[in-house]
């Protein structure tokens, strides 16, 4: 959680979206993702987004 949190925190943080906001919170081995999107095409385009950034991490992780 704390891990994947770190590593994605600064990708997903400051950057601005105009029909999205995604929240994260690491909680012990979790991360809990939310997203609010105005319409179907941003919550896909960030979701599919944070799935790529969690995968990466996943795998650097298993990696190291």
């Known amino acids: 959680g ?3 949190y770190n590593a994605l925190k600064p990708d997903v943080t400051g950057v601005p ?3 999205a906001k995604l929240t994260m919170v690491a909680e012990k081995e979790k991360l809990k993702v939310a997203i ?3 319409d179907l095409t941003a919550l896909r ?3 599919n ?3 790529k950034y969690v995968a990466l991490a996943k ?3 298993e990696t190291v």
Do not use: G
């Open 2 to 4: 704390f891990i994947v």
């Open 49 to 51: 987004s944070i799935l």
């Open 45 to 47: 385009a960030l979701t």
């Open 36 to 38: 609010n999107a105005q």
């Open 59 to 61: 795998k650097v992780i």
């Open 17 to 19: 979206l105009k029909r």
